[in-house]
């Protein structure tokens, strides 16, 4: 029954070997490189804030009344 659904044949030369596990975390990352990252983060969410504080205050001492 499952013949006429048959492609073709797997070539075992072609198919890639089975690559061993490696848990992440444990291939020598530095505490020390992780600081930098969180100031960047913080930083990307700061100046939009900023940025749109100061058009909101830009925009309200300017509005005409």
Do not use: C, S, W
């Amino acid at each position: 029954m499952m013949k006429k659904y048959v492609i073709g044949e797997v070539d075992v030369t072609t198919v890639p070997t089975k690559r061993l596990y490696v848990a992440p975390g444990l291939g020598g990352t530095n505490p020390k490189d992780e600081k930098p990252g969180f100031l960047i983060k913080i930083l990307q969410l700061l100046v939009p804030l900023l940025i749109f504080g100061l058009a909101l205050a830009v925009r309200t001492y300017t509005k005409k009344e």
